[in-house]
């Protein structure tokens, strides 16, 4: 496995398993102020007019901090009480495999992405919008990349929660299995940009997506400032989490360098028709999302089946944008007086796995469009550049 990460990207052809993100086929405080979880707390656009300002408690967050810079082989402050761990062969081995396959990750495809995204989103930032990305499994790194004005950012797999990592008492084994699991999760995604179904059956069925999203926070220089247990209860509001609620995490975090803080909330609960008929709260929730901008990606095509149409009208209905590849929604789903369509890439047909959901009617889009512009990056299963497609639709 270490040799794989080293050599991040290298191998485009091998994609033949897909993404299960929603899949059900296969005592000192800071100044820093967020609003809490409360029993009517809901997600808004303006997330700091739900309920009362609080403080974050500054040496919880600083722990949190280190704990995700160390799973992401980063350096801590000496003066961490987590600094020892930094000393050990075992982590130094960690941090070493990490930087060079992070830094080739960077260089052939986030610097990439977050070039196209300050071309092509920046108005759309420039709102500071509500990110809504279903079927998304742990993938905080591409939602950020493309979109890190989002002020707030609602993530849906099947993927379990899990608990926040603990690095701080354990033995040299257990350290060693925590980081080695941390490396295993993230080589699907490094190498192809999405992660794929049976390696998160395995990789994160047991340590859930925390450890995955903490990684990715420390790696895009975010502070981690709360991690709180929360559900939605039968009246689809957040709530502490309790039994009966559909269980999900809030993370309060801060990026390098600014002063008001973000919002991530990730929920486990299976998006299909029949998911939505057990959980109906989570519909509701969905429609409480302001005017959200909604990402798909590498979405195992799911929203082409009519056992996926709920959750695919909720998003039409809701969404002020949509940014996809070919693996979201159909091409005819697209109200043309509705939504105004661009275009990105290049689309020839999706990859064997998927070949009876191929659109004739976008390939000649993309036949007949010279405008086209192309993308010099590769996203979703079609990994080689000059072979992804993106589509970014408007709210008219």
């Not at 070493?96 to 930032?125: M, P």
């Not at 400032?225 to 309790?242: T, W």
């Not at 959200?292 to 082409?304: C, E, G, N, Q, W």
């Not at 976008?362 to 299963?381: A, E, M, T, V, W």
């Amino acid at each position: 496995m270490k040799n794989k990460l080293i050599t991040v990207l290298a191998i485009l052809g091998l994609v033949s398993l897909i993404q299960s993100c929603g899949n059900v086929e296969d005592k000192k405080t800071s100044t820093q102020t967020a609003s809490p979880v409360s029993e009517t707390s809901e997600i808004s656009s303006k997330p700091e007019s739900v309920a009362p300002q609080i403080q974050y408690d500054q040496t919880k967050a600083k722990r949190l901090t280190d704990t995700a810079k160390l799973l992401a082989g980063m350096k801590v402050d000496d003066s961490s009480e987590l600094a020892k761990i930094q000393t050990m062969d075992i982590w130094q081995n960690h941090r070493n495999t990490l930087e060079k396959s992070w830094s080739q990750l960077d260089k052939q495809q986030l610097s990439k992405v977050r070039e196209w995204s300050n071309q092509e989103l920046q108005a759309i930032n420039g709102h500071s919008p509500t990110i809504f990305y279903p079927f998304s499994g742990p993938d905080f790194l591409y939602a950020y990349s493309l979109f890190p004005q989002g002020k707030e950012y609602v993530m849906i797999g099947l993927e379990p929660v899990g608990t926040v990592p603990d690095i701080s008492d354990v033995n040299t084994g257990q350290l060693n299995q925590k980081l080695t699991e941390a490396r295993n999760s993230l080589y699907a995604l490094l190498q192809f940009s999405f992660f794929r179904t049976n390696d998160m059956k395995v990789d994160l069925a047991k340590q859930g997506v925390l450890p995955v999203i903490f990684l990715f926070m420390a790696r895009t220089n975010n502070q981690i400032l709360n991690v709180e247990f929360v559900g939605i209860d039968k009246q689809a509001n957040i709530q502490k989490m309790a039994d009966g609620m559909i269980p999900g995490v809030k993370i309060d975090f801060l990026p390098d360098g600014e002063t008001t803080p973000k919002t991530l909330y990730y929920f486990s609960t299976d998006l299909s028709n029949d998911g939505l008929k057990k959980n109906p709260q989570l519909t509701e929730f969905v429609k409480k999302i302001n005017t959200p901008v909604t990402y798909l990606k590498a979405a195992s095509y799911l929203m082409y089946y009519d056992s996926f149409s709920t959750i695919k009208n909720v998003i039409l209905a809701q969404s002020q944008h949509i940014l996809q590849d070919d693996s979201g929604m159909p091409l005819k789903s697209f109200d043309k007086q509705q939504w105004g369509l661009k275009f990105y890439g290049n689309y020839t047909q999706p990859i064997a796995l998927f070949k009876n959901r191929y659109q004739p009617d976008l390939r000649q889009i993309y036949q007949s469009d010279k405008s086209i512009k192309p993308l010099n990056f590769g996203i979703g299963y079609k990994f080689g550049v000059n072979e992804s497609n993106l589509m970014l639709a408007d709210r008219q």
